[in-house]
């Protein structure tokens, strides 16, 4: 009974056997295994890091100029009206 590993996503620059740079992205299960696959296939890696994680959730939906100036609107007439800012975010998130 095989256990499965989780694997990681690591990205790499180095130079190949003709000498050439390259760069790209490989799965393994951690750094170690992935320097032994670069290994194995020839390249010698000058930068090999863990491939990092979207920083909002990686959400696709792209935030347009219109959203921010109707989020600015929003937010100003709260403060006009004397709500304080935390609670101006938390209704303008929750519309």
Do not use: C, H, W
Not at 25 to 42: F, I, T, W, Y
């Amino acid at each position: 009974m095989a256990a499965t590993a989780e694997t990681m996503s690591f990205v790499y620059k180095g130079k190949n056997r003709k000498g050439e740079k390259v760069e790209g992205e490989l799965r393994a299960g951690n750094l170690s295994m992935a320097k032994g696959l670069l290994r194995k296939q020839g390249i010698i890696s000058t930068s090999l890091k863990k491939k990092s994680k979207p920083l909002f959730g990686g959400n696709k939906k792209k935030i347009t100029p219109g959203d921010i100036a109707l989020f600015t609107r929003q937010l100003a007439t709260m403060m006009k009206a004397g709500v304080p800012l935390v609670q101006s975010f938390d209704i303008v998130a929750d519309g």
